[in-house]
């Protein structure tokens, strides 16, 4: 927007931008600023964004506590698993997907969009059903089978779009020269795809390092718990909850993702346009 | 517009057959396949249809009995649930309340980030946060706010002299509360979308729209709005079904309570699943959702239809 704008306008457009600053950041800000507070100035209600007394016990305590150390152990191996699995298995129907026509990319992209709108409450209850009949319920194996299944529609979604953006002529090419398919998509597609995987790769490992629901229903024992449920289980009736190692537990689960999201922000918005907006 | 159906425009005749050509290349696009789509059929499509067929049974996970189809009689039950069908009420509520002040929100926020301010670049990382925020920390983060005893919200109120709210326990304000949440984590995405079309918006057409003069907001009526219609139609309608379908958010602020006034119903048949174990009833529960979305699916998908039309006439 080029046109010049009456000062007011500028005065309104500035406030605006205060008010979302404050509201978007303020529960991050006060969450970190809780993580060093004392249980004093916690429980009063004074208005700190920095603590009158630093107190870094809470993040000792938080570790100390239960099964938090465990739950984060849990959580890694079962995002790590997760994103491999998925990435390998995604990869070669991303590439079909991308370089199909016909019934079967049909059928793909409607699939992709339908389970993004099923709700997982009805597909939860016959899985539940199921890994207790092979007895993979309330283990980490069935968890990152799930979270497979689940995060796939999207990866498939995202990697297709890399695919298509590698030029066909670069394969013909090629195929000319006499390599075989595999060779192709060895040589020429992924090393070309590479920064399409990373960026996928990442974007299934926040997700299953966020994931609550689903490890709410599988999860039974308290030991293979991740760290969303392990998060969850800290809090326990209002009066009891110890809400500076609570703080700190929550900081600690929220800065691997923060961190994916910093580097993958700007790859992400075109995996997004696609996935929602194409549909 | 994605890469994808750019690159289909420019060159729709160079698009690689690998389809049914010959028995050969069959074959190899089976075997690209496969290895996605067994985990697919096993872990999704074969439980969605089950998740359909439990629904029609008298299923718990109480005994061990044998499972027998009773016909349509948890929909006749689930008819009288009025506990059900409040929890869908409030589904509604929440979902188009979340998805109409999210677009409003990030409405505005694209347009501040689509102008020239500064700050931008500062605001840009911010709005980012609640998307990068595990959805339990969001929701254990905004009970601290919310806490009537010692959080910041009725720190600030009292500053006023204004006595404080008990936000998540108190009937009136429990769901606007938990909706300004659902707001706040859902603000990011939208943001995103409606700035990248935004972004697709040729500079050409505002300036031609300034020169006819046309001031900021006839500019934004005439110019931006028009050409965003079919991202924030897109956006606002699948933000609807996903937060209709949502559940850790409020579960882990007020699992319902209080009184069940934030009980929305991927909630109730979770725990009717779960804790009741009733999952032939609860299944019964989750077919109803899935025709409402249906429903809401078949809406979206026929405005787009209509839309393409007319862009084609």
Known sequence: MTARRPWYATVLMYAALAFFLAFLGFPLVWLVSASFKSSQELNSLAVNLIPAQWDFSNYASALERQNLIPAAMNSLLVAVATMIITVLLSMPMAYALARLQGRLRAAGTIWILTSQVFPSILIIIPLFLLLRSISLNDTLLGLILVYVTFTMPFTLWMLQGYVAAIPVELEEAAEMDGANRITILRRVVLPLLAPGLVATAMFTFVSAWNEFFLALVLLQSPELYTLPIALRSFLGAEGQTQLGPLAAGAVLATIPSLIIFGILQKKLTGGMLAGAVKG | MSITAEKRAKAPHKVRQIGARTR?????????????????????VIPLVSGVAIGFTDATLKRNAEIS?????????????????????????????????????????ALLLNSNLRLKGLTRVLALIPWAMPPVVIAIVWRMIYNPNSGPLNGMLSWFGIPGVNWLGDFSTALPAVIVVGVWSGIPQTTVLLLAGMQAISAEQHEAAAVDGAGVFRRFWHVTLPALRPVIFAVTSLDFIWQFNSFGLIYVLTEGGPGGQTMIPPLFTYLEAFRNREIGAASAMGNVLVVAILIILSLYLINQFRQNKGVRA
């Open chain 2, 24 to 44: 050969a290349q069959r074959k190899e696009a089976i075997a690209l396949v496969i290895p996605a789509l067994l985990p697919i059929i096993i872990f999704s």
């Open chain 2, 69 to 109: 189809f009773n016909g349509v009689e948890n929909y006749i039950d689930l008819a009288g649930n009025q506990r059900f069908w409040g929890s869908f009420g409030i589904g509604l509520v929440w979902s188009a309340s979340v998805a109409l002040l999210t677009l409003v929100c990030a409405m505005c926020l």
